[in-house]
Nanobody
Framework: QVQLVESGGGLVQAGGSLRLSCAAS????????MGWYRQAPGKERELVAT???????YYADSVKGRFTISRDNAKNTLYLQMNSLKPEDTAMYYC?????????WGQGTQVTVSS
């Protein structure tokens, strides 16, 4: 059974930083592409960033240059470093294991950016 547990969310002022973590278990973490998604109230879930098993990354235009996705395969952990946060980054952030269809999802961690 794949389990993904996100942490690191919180309340931060605009311009601040947060680092999200996603601890994975029950999957062959190092072999799977992983991703971060977010969902704001009243909006659809959207892709934030992905990272392949080999470390290739992809970012949504809205976060490019501000967010960095990374992974530590030895610790089965996915990260999202978020800098220069904006109020429009406020959302529930979800970790996803993209190795299956449909993906496995974590329970989410709330990020709130105040102006």
């Amino acid at each position: 059974q794949v389990q993904l547990v996100e942490s690191g969310g919180g309340l931060v002022q605009a311009g601040g930083s947060l680092r999200l973590s996603c601890a994975a278990s029950g999957s062959i973490f190092s072999f799977n592409a992983m991703g971060w998604y977010r969902q704001a109230p009243g909006k659809e879930r959207e892709l934030v960033a992905t990272i392949s098993s080999g470390g290739n990354t992809y970012y949504a235009d809205s976060v490019k240059g501000r967010f960095t996705i990374s992974r530590d395969n030895a610790k089965n952990t996915l990260y999202l470093q978020m800098n220069s946060l904006k109020p429009e980054d406020t959302a529930m952030y979800y970790c996803a294991d993209l190795g299956t269809i449909p993906p496995y999802w974590g329970q989410g961690t709330q990020v709130t950016v105040s102006s």
